[in-house]
């Protein structure tokens, strides 16, 4: 028998008895439709909520807090770089990003360009390796700002607009993923106390000694390693090339007033250089400001201010709750945070007393992109700048010890053996990697309870499909011994009833994925009265692929041809000599 | 081996749970020991009494029956040999059917029934097939009604339309089971001619079951059972 027949006899079948099967095919519907909506959302679950909150094939993890017998203490192990080089070594394990949170109270207020006027809040610092983030800025950037490299050719760097650049003939717009760095500062100390590990206080200044041998492109120069350089370029922001020596000198400015430092007015903070001799008397260079020692004087260096980036969800919460309860002005989107300038001021808070004046530093930060990696409620910048703050605040010791780290895997199942095998080391998972794992797990039982579900639903309509067709069967013995007298094999007779079982699951199964698809539109619709308040929730809890529609109408196939296996061999078993005799 | 067309050797048929009935004069054989062969091109009338086996012997010759003692060859072939897929194809292509109550399809128009065994054979050649159906349907004189629904043609009409649809494939056997039993004389009549001039005509071989005389009369060899018991083979040794 060729298939076309089979098809041409199935198709006829079907719209013969297309009354039983309706019946049968809206069980199908139901149980493919339930699959279908549940493996969707778990799936938009897990892409569009879990992996936007906790990145895949990273787990952040933090020092274990372990109990000290008989003194109701809970003292946490130390993180250092012992523990970071241990980690790297695990297996699964592709990179290691230490994170230092500021051991000291701060604030920050700023923002007057953006928000309609300055914010003043308590803030909390995290440090992180730019290295860890650097591809990452880098796309978002793109994906907001458009491609670095214009399609625009051009000459020089005038021709390609504020900012823009011009590298091998084509503008390149201003880029803020490479400002994430460690820009220099000057770490003020009174000992080596105040320096983090490997650094000395030489003349009021944290710097590597001589003693401890300069790397590469350094010089030694009164005892200090100090960068070499041939013109400004190479230097940093707030520095000059001292090019008689061949090395990098940092600008010395003043402020007119200690209290320039908090003036709102860019030129106050530029303050006068004074030293070297060659810039003194100019403010200090565009771009960078007067950074003093501390609030209560005004002599100080020029520096850049410290980049900063913010997390995505800060801006949602902002935009949601903060901006409508404060009066403040809404932010259309990330890019207007591209820039952003505020000030911080380390030592100080709403919560605890402000250190003394000589305590009180003041510093200028910008915000130069915004990152799911960093904290949720603060500011997170380059780790240098944590940790010079860290030893200048509270003691080298405090400087040594990593608050978390961010460790990157293969792949996502290599983290459950990681979590054990960092646990030697007396590393557990951070609150948010926890969280994270636990919300998978729940998700991954809710999936698999409601797919148990579905696939209960399919049973029952395979039940009732082997009800029907056994009816159908006894109802179509005739037909089926005809079939047999003219030339049907058993096989063409049981094929006749699987496929039409076959094609049953097919509707079914397609059916149930147009209604689950339908359902998906009208739940994400209900679902955004509710999510419209809550920052960061997604614009679909579902996800369909390829992969989703194939199984469900697989599924809604096997049960029918399940139901209808048993009809099709009692078919295929009507003797065609008794029932033709019979008339 | 030469056999005939049709060889039948000992062939004994005890359904499943009949029992014993003393009271028919016979044991619980639907058919025993009968030994008969039937060459090509014979028009062979089966008569006997109701219950005499006739119906059984036709299915077992057409492989709708495969529960038997003793052996059938059909053009030298052992049915008991085959497999289900060379008997349903011995079927379409060696066999045709008919049978007292026609047996067509309700919800196929005539033409479409006549096409029933081209769906179950092993090529797709459709055009020769409708083809072969026009001709079937010209020779039974029902061209005319093609596209009718088997519902709406008269019994005799309905018989003709049955054996076009089982000379579709040209079979070289007809098994033809009291095909003239619910037709009346006329009607009968038209029927029986046409399957003289299959015989005549093509050289079909005729297996006929019939209570009929006219029909065992027109036929060249009748075989009498009595019983499941062959008791006359027709004059042939
Ligand atoms: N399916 C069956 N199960 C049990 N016994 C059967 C079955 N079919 C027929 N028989 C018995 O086998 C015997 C032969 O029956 P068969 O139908 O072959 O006779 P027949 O000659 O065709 O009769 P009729 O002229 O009435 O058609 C009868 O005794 C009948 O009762
Ligand atoms: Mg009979």
Same mark, same amino acid.
């Given at each position: 028998m060729i298939w076309q027949a089979r098809v041409d006899m199935i198709k006829g079948a079907i719209s013969k008895s297309r009354r039983h099967f309706a019946f049968s095919v809206v069980g199908l519907v139901v149980g493919a439709s339930t699959l279908a909506f549940f493996l969707a959302l778990s799936n938009g679950v897990q892409e569009r909520v879990l992996n936007r909150l906790y990145p895949v094939n990273q787990v952040e993890f933090q020092a274990e807090t372990v109990g000290l017998f008989g003194l109701g203490m809970e003292v946490p192990t130390k993180m250092d770089v012992a523990t970071l080089t241990a980690l790297e070594?695990?297996?699964?394990?592709?990179s290691v990003y230490p994170k230092q949170r500021a051991k000291f109270q701060a604030r920050l207020w700023g923002g007057a360009d953006v928000l309609g006027r300055d914010a003043r809040v308590e803030s909390f610092f995290d440090g992180i390796e730019p290295a860890l983030i650097a591809d990452e800025l880098r796309q978002a950037e793109a994906a907001v700002l458009?491609?670095?490299?214009?399609?625009l050719p051009c000459?020089?760097?005038?021709?390609?607009?504020?900012?823009g650049k011009c590298s091998d003939g084509f503008c390149t717009r201003p880029t803020?993923?490479?400002?994430?760095?460690?820009?220099g500062a000057t770490a003020w100390c009174?000992?080596?106390?105040? !320096? &983090?590990? @490997?650094?000395s206080c030489l003349a009021g200044r944290c710097r590597v000694s001589c003693d401890e041998r300069c790397g590469d492109g350094q010089a030694c120069e009164a005892g200090a390693c100090v960068p070499i350089c041939?013109?400004?370029?190479?230097?940093?922001?707030g520095a000059v090339c001292l090019v008689s020596k061949g090395i990098c000198e940092q600008l010395q400015c003043r402020l007119d007033d200690a209290n320039d430092q908090l003036a709102n007015d860019i030129n106050r903070q530029r303050g006068t250089v004074v030293?070297?001799?060659?810039?003194?008397?100019?403010? !200090? &260079?565009? @771009?960078?400001y007067c950074a003093?020692?501390?609030?209560?004087?005004v002599h100080g260096t020029c520096e850049a201010p410290i980049p900063a980036l913010i997390s995505p969800f800060l801006l949602e919460v902002y935009n949601s709750m903060v901006a409508t309860a404060l009066g403040l002005k809404r932010l259309g989107?990330?890019?207007?945070?591209?820039?952003v300038n505020f000030a911080i001021l380390f030592g100080e808070s709403y919560f605890v007393a402000d250190g003394p004046i000589t305590e009180r530093v003041v510093r200028r930060a910008k915000v130069v992109g915004f990152s799911p990696k960093a904290m949720e409620f603060g500011v997170t910048v380059p780790l240098p700048y944590v940790v010079r703050a860290n030893a200048a605040q509270r003691g080298r010791q405090a400087s040594a010890e990593y608050t978390s780290v961010v460790v990157e895997t293969?792949?996502?199942?290599?983290v459950p053996m990681l979590v054990q095998d960092a646990k030697v080391l007396g590393l557990t998972l951070a609150p948010k990697s926890e969280e994270g794992r636990k919300a998978a797990n729940v998700l991954l039982i809710l999936t698999i309870v409601f797919a148990v579900v579905s696939l209960v639903i399919l049973a029952i309509s395979a039940i009732n499909i082997a009800h029907t067709f056994m009816m159908l069967v006894t109802e179509r013995r005739m037909e089926i011994a005809i079939y047999r007298s003219v030339g049907a094999t058993l096989n063409d007779i049981r094929l006749l009833f699987l496929g039409e079982a076959a094609i049953l699951g097919l509707v079914g199964g397609s059916l149930g994925v147009l209604l689950a698809w339908v359902m998906g539109i009208v739940v994400n619709a209900m679902a955004a009265s509710v999510f419209?308040?809550?920052?960061?929730?997604?614009?679909?809890l579902f996800s369909f692929n390829l992969y989703i529609v194939l199984v469900a109408v697989a599924c809604a196939i096997i049960f029918a041809l399940a139901g209808a296996w048993l009809p099709a061999r009692s078919a295929a078993k009507t003797d065609p000599a008794m029932v033709l005799s019979q008339g | 081996m030469n056999k005939s067309l049709v060889h039948i050797a000992d062939l004994s048929k005890i359904y499943p749970g009949a029992i014993e009935s003393p009271e028919a004069g016979?044991?619980?054989?639907?058919?025993?020991d009968l030994n008969l062969q039937i060459e090509a091109g014979e028009f062979v009338a089966i008569v006997g009494r109701?219950?005499?086996?006739k119906t059984t012997l036709l299915n077992i010759l057409g492989g709708?029956?495969?529960?038997?003692?003793g052996q059938v060859f059909i053009a030298d072939q052992n049915l008991a040999k085959m497999d289900d897929v060379e008997l349903s194809k011995m079927r379409n292509q060696t066999i045709g059917f008919v049978f007292q109550a026609f047996?067509?399809?309700?919800?196929?128009?005539v033409f479409e029934n006549v096409l029933l065994p081209s769906r179950f054979?092993?090529?797709?050649?459709t055009e020769i097939f409708q083809q072969r159906a026009q001709i079937a349907l010209a020779r039974t004189g029902l061209l005319h009604r093609?596209?009718?629904?088997?519902?709406?043609?008269?019994a005799g009409e309905r018989q003709r339309v049955a054996i076009a649809r089982a000379i579709l494939n040209r079979p070289p056997i007809l098994l033809c089971d009291?095909?003239?039993?619910?037709?009346?004389a006329e009607t009968g009549q038209l029927v029986l001619d046409l399957f003289m001039e299959l015989c005549e005509n093509d050289g079909t071989t005729l297996i006929i079951a019939t209570h009929e005389q006219r029909v065992s009369k027109a036929a060249t060899r009748k075989v009498v059972l009595e019983a499941g018991r062959l008791v006359d083979d027709g004059g042939k040794a």
């Open positions: 070594k695990l297996e699964g394990v592709t458009g491609p670095e490299i214009l399609d000459e020089q760097d005038s021709a390609c607009g504020i900012g803020w993923w490479n400002i994430f760095a460690d820009l009174d000992n080596d106390d105040n !320096c &983090p590990v @490997g650094m041939r013109n400004d370029s190479e230097c940093n922001m030293a070297p001799s060659l810039r003194a008397g100019q403010p !200090c &260079p565009e @771009g960078t003093a020692k501390n609030l209560a004087l989107g990330l890019q207007v945070v591209l820039g293969r792949h996502n199942e290599d419209a308040h809550i920052p960061g929730s997604p614009e679909s | 016979r044991g619980t054989y639907a058919i025993q109701s219950g005499s086996g709708l029956d495969r529960d038997y003692e047996h067509l399809l309700p919800q196929l128009t054979s092993d090529y797709s050649d093609a596209s009718s629904l088997p519902t709406s043609l008269s009291e095909p003239t039993g619910n037709l009346d």
